[in-house]
């Protein structure tokens, strides 16, 4: 700024409250329709709250004010920082909301920066604070006058720009008017900002308590995220927005919904797009974040599948606590920058639709688990019903003419706090994905799922699979999973048996082989008949010997009861029952003597082996089914 206009600037005259009124009386005294313009120009800038309408007003006033043909208003735009063109006399419309300036950047920026008005009388291309703008055909001025826009509160509010083809001599009146008139321009801009937030606040409360009614009060999942986009879409002012979700392999993205803010609909939307590269990396975000088509080339040629005109894209993911369900997607057909205020609101949003997804899955997979639960139950009973057991499978694509086993699967030993419906529902998906056509019901601690036998000949590959499959989400000790697999099932009447055998070689895997054995009902033999025995209250003199010696055990802290067992199970080998108790063989036969002397047991009489194993089963199942 030249010293005389920064001179000019310091004699603005600031009239004491007396003087102005005097001043404004004898004014209008005089010159009384002249008054009366300033004085309406004056209830205009202050009582029109409508945005738009006040900046074609200022625009317009600042160029007869100057007599410019050409003036501009740029605001300032906190998220983008920059300056954003805002209102323009005809013939500079277009560029409204799409051309901006950087703080300091040509004439227009450095007033911004410097907070003065900027002056240049003729030849502007040797000015160092001009820039030449091609987009604004701005090679045809000669003259041009900035003068800065500033709120009550010192805060920069924008600048209005003005320029003459010819060059025009800006004097001290020009810089004076405009002064005093942007002061006033400041405060009104400011006034309505702060209303078109509010009211836009409001809007969007409206919308989102709407948007909310409708997840309540709807169950279709396709109506909530439609209702959702809708509302983002109206409140941001985009022009197309989508939900997409994450299925429930982590696999694809279905899209769910689309809006858009014009009737004609984009045709060839898939169903359904791959969750991996720019969408896998779009999972993986935290937090709403604007994406532009000049920068981020390789998203959008993603995007073009559902908004090929999109320029500028405003993405929330959608999350449950640290799950990733899917993303929220808002397009702009122009280089619109999505602020603070609008990130905050998609997230919301988001959040929302998040949810709805989270509650659809919910309620689809207990319904799915309640329709699996009362096939198995009526497969258990025998129960035909009114359709057909055959026909109630086909519908969850089971077919019961081909072989299949039932299985058992029960967390015997679990951590404080144990999550069974995430464990359950990620090991029901493998199962699926593992063995095709199957089925699996869970309830708290125990899973029970109808397998497809891939070879009816061959159990024991069976078991090797499933062993392999359940160690994945073990954590020995703290987690173990154990399971009990029947015999195979070649018919419907061979499921209600089956149910019983998969119970059965659970319990008697857990009995005789410890948590997170796996255990076939071919397996048990004929100790599958303990089971009964052991849910019985009689005891025979042997349980009631070696019921003696756990009670010691308790007591003393030793492991004679643990010692017999071994014993039996090495087939009265002691230099191996020695290795498997990790002690001496004298302090072996140290505890033998203690058993016959406690319990009266002589582990040296053979005859009585058999007894004492049966004995230690029973007890064994007895702790189990307890």
Known sequence: MRQGDHQLREQVPHALPAEAARALREILRRRRADTQAIFGMMAT????????RLLRYVVALCAELAGCPGALVYLWDEDRERLVVRAGVPGYERWVGRFSLG????????????????????????????????????????????????????????????HTEAPHEFDDDDLVIMETVSSMIGAAVENAQLYERQERQVRVLHSLAEASQTVVQTSSLQHILFRLASTAG??????????????????????????????????????????DGPWGRLLGATT???????EHRQAFTAFDAIAPRGRTALVAPMRVADRVVGTFLCFSDVAWPFGREDRELLATVASQAALAVQNARLIEALTQRNVVRDLFEALALGEEGEVGLDARAHRLGVDLARPHVVAVFEVTAHPPGLDGERIWSAFTQDLAGELPGSLATHRDHTLTALLRSPDAGSIDRLTGRLAELKSAYERPPE????????????????????????????????AVQGPGAVMTFDELGAQWHLLTIAQQQVRDVYQE????????????????????????????????????????????RQRFEKIRRVAGIDLSDH??????MMALRVIRLREVVR
């Open 288 to 294: 709403p974040m604007v994406l532009s088509r000049r």
């Open 545 to 588: 010997r070696l019921g003696v010696l756990l009670e010691h055990d308790h007591q003393k802290g030793t492991q004679l009861f643990r010692t017999i067992e071994v014993y039996l199970e090495s087939m009265g080998n002691a230099k191996l029952t020695a290795q498997k108790l990790f002690v001496h063989r004298n302090t072996l």
């Open 607 to 612: 005859a009585h082996w058999f007894d004492l």
């Open 103 to 162: 703080l300091g950047e040509g004439l227009t920026g450095w007033t911004a920066l410097t907070r003065q008005p900027g002056i240049i009388r003729d030849d502007p291309t040797s000015d160092p604070r001009f820039k030449f703008v091609p987009e604004l055909n701005d090679d045809r001025f000669q003259s041009y006058l900035t003068i800065p826009i500033v709120g009550p509160d010192q805060r920069l509010v924008g600048v209005i720009t003005m």
């Open 479 to 510: 987690l173990l999973i154990s399971a009990g697999i029947s015999r195979v099932c070649r018919d419907v009447e061979d499921y209600p048996v089956a149910f019983e055998q998969a119970r059965r070689a659970l319990l008697m895997g857990r």
């Open 45 to 52: 800038l202050a009582s029109t709250l409508d945005l738009t």
């Open 234 to 275: 109206e409140a941001l002012g985009a022009d197309r927005c989508a939900v997409l979700t994450l299925d429930q392999g982590g696999t694809h993205l279905v899209v769910e919904s689309t809006w858009s803010a014009r009737t004609e609909v984009v045709g060839g939307v898939p169903t359904a797009l791959p969750a």
